[in-house]
């Protein structure tokens, strides 16, 4: 079971113990995020330069003046050369070539200095917090271009933007959305408290986690860059023959997309061995807690899904610069093809941007009714299925295609079968709350929101899953109202209620109730406000990605409007309270014990000690024992004080 | 229901479980009868899409039907959060020195097994009904692709052998073109059909994925490049067709409206001649009616001979189809 727990703190084998200046690489070997970004220059000037020479004679390429291939594998070598300043290729080319492995990355760990948080780093716990702050940042950028949309929707006839333009801010903020968020609670959460929940020193592979980090800024940027370059017309879903046909900002949706691919698959791999190999002793996958179990479902998926997205991309990519002929149904493609992959992707895909929030209310439930998870192998059944049935539902998406349409009520079936395990969800939820001696903190407030609109957000699927109902919905905004509720009213809710909780944990800071109060109760109106009305404009006929609209229309959009600029506000009051406890003012005392939660993440000092825990703990039952007389949920081994749950640590050090 | 564990000391007359769960389920049971009622009656009635066409009239009931057997879901979650907030709370600053943990309740067989069988039974019917109402309503005016199996009475893949109205519907970079191959392929730029008629719409696109929705009619089919995407429909009231791309096309994919009317047989009668007859000298220059129309390598004109279909129909001769009474 649980192996390899004793491996010492230094993260790589034979080299000399962190801190030691035998270690140090000389100062050109270092990476930084400077030499990374002389590297992604350097890059792209080699690749842009390459493409030019091989392609700037093509027929297409003189024909139309655009040179696809010189952006695309601009901004491939880009990426390859920011990686390599960052000194993530450092290692494996050490190891390739035979050179002794140096090990300079431990230093900044141990004494935990700021720059640590701006390097190629191997603690999950830098890791995590530099996608915390990475993913605030993505989110943030695609959700003023939502407020872009909104303004350019005020009016059903007069514009703002040029219908062009409108296209692509709606691509920029669908794709930010959609691809830069897969890994919006997985990454900061899950990185940093996967190995704190099962009671292990490190992550499996620490150089795979810090890679998938460093891939999200250049994915980032890539997909930002289209905007210089004409934009893309296709929305977040990218269909073929159009994305084939379009202008060069479509190939920085596709690398971009690609290298989130990329990204989400070996961060996936990286949990999935961690929760496989580094289990504490005692920690049976039983004991689990259940938001490890909902990263484990979620890696799976991400490491399952997201290489039909890069092989997806990878053929759009050929199709636009060398010219081959998948999607072109001229020359034997088919413009099915597409549709098929992203959604084998893209269904996966929308659970990767549910399971998550699952994982953070399940998890937090049982610490705020302090009572055990109501029926907790259930819920884990709950988890697994709808992680397997994500697989087999994606042709609903293509209900009208007229693609294998005789299929459809199998679809509907597999479909209407996910609300089973979404609804053991519910089921533990409700169990858990029952009798509870509930504290509504701020977590909880967004806990309860969550279940509120997620709920909203499932009903509304069941009408996308019954083909005659869909045949009015499909391609309105209502489709676009249901995925809100579910990824943003679920997903969203459920990641400002884990930084809420584990902010504390992660820097010693709590962030104001009063302030997440205000923040939950704006956002919540306003979410409703603005996602409801949008179920009524899309059935009462409005396609979604459009400029104009019915003038019947005009009074629901505009009151959308408004309502979406008042979810703004509610981002805002959250990032002031966040920037002001976190970086202006950090005065708030440490609190070891914030919730008074059993979980092992508790279970060691706040922030945690670089090994995680000075000694191993033995877990001994299991992390929901609330009201039973388990006693605390692990020991440490000989010679540490037993510890009881909600203790302050002291960790000797 | 649940083992009634003793709470912990202190509350005051403590209700049982059995006592709790009554409570919620009255409140349930009266909320959800009144407002499964006014979602059915009062506001079923007035959902979209409306009654223009026999299948809009069949989302409508479709749409009644599954909001009315999701009222009772939505409303047992939210009386149950309530019922939780307002009873079962303690200070949220409950000082963690101070805290009391709740009854060790780790599941309930019979409460897991009745949930399951509920969602399990309410998921297998909802499957029932909306298979029924597709193959029923001939595909629900969605999208059959080329070679559909629940098909209306008069239809035939043989064009020659086919009762119904046939349009065919083209998409392009950013408008709709419809065609009458029963009345010698000739093309409009609106929708006229006659009500009462059993029509078949054959969807196709000449360059990217677009999607005809005729929002009163309830019609959407994906138009496909090198695809004849076929869907069924027979309006039932004279009036305007409101015609929309469903499917993001590209720049003026917001601006590619079409419109069109539903008129009587003999207005259609007449308006088809009169087309016909008006337009008589350009349908020469069209190319032959096919499933669907690939460019040619000049990238030119369309090209009807690289259909790979057996018999495509070609052009037929001015004859009325066959009204189905």
Known sequence: ?653 | MMTAKAGPSGEPAELSDRQHLSRIGIIWLVLSVVCMALVYFAWGPHMPPGTDSVQAKGQQFDNTVLATVATPVILFIWVYLAYVLINWRVRADTPVAELRDGPAIRGNLRFQATWMIVTGATVLSMFIFGTYELVKDSGSGTGSGQAPIWTPAGYSVDASQNKLLVVQAIGQQWRWTFRYPQFGGIETSQLVIPAGQEIQYSVTSLDVIHSFWATNLGIKADANPGVNNIAFGQATKIGPIDIRCAELCGVWHGAMYATGQVVSRNDFQTWIAAEQYAHKDLITFLPPYADFYLPQSDGGFYDPSANPLPNPPGPTPATSPTVIP
């Open chain 1, 1 to 653: 079971m649980a192996t390899d727990i004793s491996v010492p703190a230094s993260l790589d084998h034979g080299t000399p113990g962190p801190g030691s200046a035998a270690g140090r690489n000389p100062w050109w070997r270092s990476g930084n995020i400077a030499y990374g970004l002389v590297g992604a220059v350097i890059g792209y000037s080699i690749g842009h330069f390459l493409g030019n020479w091989i392609a700037s004679g093509y027929q297409q390429v003189q024909g139309s003046g655009q040179n696809d291939l010189a952006l695309v594998l601009g901004y491939l070598v880009a990426t390859l050369g920011w990686l390599a300043g960052l000194g993530a290729l450092n290692y494996p080319l050490q190891k390739l070539v035979g050179i002794q492995v140096t090990s300079e990355e431990s230093e900044d760990i141990e004494h935990r200095k700021l720059g640590a948080y701006f390097k190629y780093t191997l603690d999950h716990k830098v890791v995590g917090v530099q996608y915390l702050f990475g993913m605030l940042a993505y989110f943030i950028m695609a959700g003023l271009f939502a407020l872009v949309i909104r303004s350019e929707l005020l009016s059903a006839t007069r514009h703002l933007l040029a219908p062009d333009k409108y296209l692509e801010v709606v691509g920029e903020h669908g794709t930010m959305m959609m691809m830069m968020m897969t890994s919006a609670i997985l990454g900061p959460f899950g990185n940093y408290f996967v190995p704190l929940m099962i009671g292990a020193r490190r992550m499996a592979y620490p150089r795979l986690e810090a890679l998938s980090f460093w891939i999200t800024p250049a994915a980032f940027v890539v997909l930002l860059s289209g905007l210089l370059v004409g934009g893309f017309p296709t929305g977040w879903t990218g269909y073929a023959p159009l994305s084939v046909e379009a202008t060069m900002g479509q190939d920085a949706y596709l690398v971009a997309f690609g290298l989130m691919g990329i990204s989400m698959i070996i961060g996936g791999f990286n949990i999935i061995a961690t929760v496989v190999n580094y289990r504490a002793p005692g920690m049976t996958w039983m004991r689990l807690p259940l938001f490890v179990w909902a990263m484990f479902v979620t890696s799976l998926l991400m490491a399952l899904a997201a290489p039909i997205l890069v092989g997806g991309t990878y053929m759009t990519l050929m199709d636009r610069t060398v010219q081959t002929a998948l999607f072109d149904v001229n020359h034997g493609g088919s413009s099915y093809l597409w549709q098929d992959l992203y959604w084998f992707f893209g269904h996966p895909e929308v659970y990767i941007l549910a399971l998550p929030g699952f994982g953070i209310a399940l998890e937090l439930l049982p610490v705020f009714a302090r009572k055990p998870a109501f029926a907790y192998r259930t819920a884990v059944a709950g988890m697994v299925g709808v992680g397997m049935l994500s697989f087999f539902v994606w042709q609903h998406h293509l209900f009208a295609s007229g693609m294998n349409s005789d299929m459809r009520p199998v679809i509907m079936l597999t479909t209407e079968m996910i609300s089973f395990p979404t609804g053991i969800i519910y089921l533990t939820a409700i169990g858990t709350l029952w009798r509870a001696r509930l504290r509504m903190t701020v977590p909880m407030l967004f806990i309860i929101g969550m279940l509120f609109n997620f709920l909203i957000g499932g009903i509304s699927g069941v009408f996308l899953s019954d083909v005659p109902t869909d045949a009015v919905a499909h391609g309105t905004f209502f489709v676009m109202a249901h995925f809100h509720y579910t990824i943003m009213g679920g997903y969203m809710f459920a990641f400002f209620a884990g930084i809420y909780y584990w902010l504390p944990k992660m820097t010693g800071h709590q962030l104001s109730q009063r302030l997440g109060k205000w923040h939950f109760w704006v956002l919540f109106i306003a979410f409703n406000s603005t996602f409801l009305p949008l179920f009524a404009i899309g059935e009462l006929g409005m396609p979604r990605r459009v400029f104009e609209y019915q003038r019947a229309l005009q009074g629901l959009n505009d009151w959308v409007s408004i309502s979406a600029y008042v979810i703004g506000i509610g981002i805002l009051i959250f990032v002031y309270n966040f920037v002001k406890t976190v970086v202006i003012d950090p005065r708030t005392p440490l609190a070891a014990d914030t919730w008074g939660s059993r979980g092992l993440e508790w279970f060691t000092s706040t922030p945690p000690v670089a090994t995680n825990f000075v000694h191993i703990p033995e877990v001994v039952s299991g992390p929901y024992e609330y009201g039973s007389d388990a006693g605390p949920m692990a020991v440490l081994d000989a010679g540490a004080t037993e510890l009881r749950p909600g203790a302050t640590v002291h960790e000797g050090n």
